[in-house]
């Protein structure tokens, strides 16, 4: 596609539900990377990908958060038991490659999926 | 710790005044620095990056490492540049992750 894709756009969801977020990134972009947007708190990081790997969970906030990416392309962010402070919009990003380029190491964000828990 | 600093949460401005964003950085090895801009209702996008040396929009950003800073400039604000703008530090030691500064709101006023 153009640009990374997310979905879905938005979600509404009951406290304690499961939720799925969905990241298309860049045809041919190796790098993945996942950040939570909240009111007044910018952008925090969650997790990354090169390929199908995560080296860094350390943003993940509870074990209730989890990611995996299939095949070096699509990206699912998964949050279980939904509390109301996971309200937040989730953005995803993509680069080419990690290389010594920087060119590749610019991100491409997607419009990202606004979550609401009730 | 690897950090990116953002000291102002909200910078309002008049239109026509010079904007100075802060930004300094936590970072051992040799960083690789970048300012990224969310405008109203669209996607965040890259403005620029410190090798370019580039001037984007009218904004400019030196890497000045003695201060470990890396501040945005533009001499005369426009109101179209008001936005959430991010400073992000970029690793380059093996895991190329991405450190993002909470950003800074800027306002320009009519």
């Known amino acids: 596609g153009a640009g990374v894709s997310q979905s879905p756009s938005n979600k509404v969801t009951e406290k304690g539900k499961d939720v799925e977020l969905r990241c298309d990134p860049i045809?041919?972009?190796?790098?993945l990377y996942w950040y939570r947007q909240s009111l007044g708190q910018g952008l925090e990081f969650l997790i990354y990908f090169q390929g199908n790997s995560a080296p860094d969970k350390s943003g993940l906030p509870s074990d209730r958060f989890s990611a995996e990416r299939t095949g070096g392309s699509v990206s699912t962010l998964t949050i279980q038991r939904t509390q109301q402070e996971d309200s937040a919009v989730y953005l995803c990003?993509?680069?080419?490659?990690?290389?010594?380029?920087?060119?590749?190491?610019?991100?491409?964000f997607g419009a990202g999926t606004r979550l609401s828990v009730l | 710790a690897q950090r990116v600093t953002q000291p102002e949460k909200l910078l309002s401005v008049f239109k026509g005044a010079p904007v100075e964003l802060k930004c300094n950085y936590s970072?051992?090895?040799?960083?690789?620095l970048f300012w990224y801009v969310q405008y109203s209702r669209q996607r965040l996008q890259l403005l620029l990056r410190h090798i370019s040396r580039e001037s984007i929009k009218g904004f400019t950003a030196d890497l000045n490492k003695g201060e470990t800073s890396f501040h945005l400039k533009k001499p005369f604000a426009q109101e179209e540049d008001s936005a959430m703008y991010y400073c992000?530090?970029?690793?380059?030691?093996?895991?190329?992750?991405?450190?993002f500064g909470t950003g800074t709101r800027l306002k320009v006023l009519a």
């Open positions: 045809s041919g972009h190796t790098a």
């Open positions: 970072y051992s090895g040799s960083p690789e």
């Open positions: 992000a530090l970029c690793d380059t030691s093996g895991t190329y992750k991405y450190i």
């Open positions: 990003a993509s680069s080419l490659a990690f290389s010594g380029v920087l060119a590749k190491n610019i991100q491409y």
